[in-house]
């Protein structure tokens, strides 16, 4: 699966911004797509995951709330949709794709990874 991520950019707290991941190379029915994020300094950290398949979304308890995940069947791709951002949202977000099986928090699952999208929120 290749992964094409955008949307990213410099926003003032309170502003919304909508993160893209296009996927291309193999059909989604039995995957999890996912995005995290990595703040200077910091590990990468889960922030919600779609099943392609039933639509099912997971969120970290962070952006839970304010960011909406959701999916594009007929052009194979994802969304997330990010509200009421806060400063602490700065990060580089990547899109990720896992095999429908395995936890969906963590990074380890997903095999393939998009480049990342950097998002700054200034205060």
């Known amino acids: 699966v290749q992964l094409q991520a955008s949307g990213g950019g410099l926003v003032q707290a309170g502003d919304s911004l909508r993160l893209s991941c296009a996927a291309s190379?193999?059909?989604?029915?039995?995957?999890?797509l996912g995005w995290f994020r990595q703040a200077p300094g910091k590990e990468r950290e889960f922030v919600s995951t779609?099943?392609?398949?039933?639509?099912?979304?997971y969120y970290a308890n962070s952006v839970k709330g304010r960011f909406t995940i959701s999916r594009d069947n007929a052009e194979n791709t994802v969304y997330l949709q990010m509200n009421n951002l806060k400063p602490e949202d700065t990060a580089v977000y990547y899109c990720?794709?896992?095999?429908?099986?395995?936890?969906?928090?963590?990074?380890?699952?997903?095999?393939?990874w998009g480049q990342g999208t950097l998002v700054t929120v200034s205060s």
């Open positions: 990720a794709a896992k095999y429908y099986s395995g936890s969906y928090r963590y990074t380890g699952p997903y095999d393939f």
């Open positions: 779609i099943r392609w398949s039933s639509g099912a979304t």
């Open positions: 190379g193999r059909t989604l029915d039995t995957y999890d």
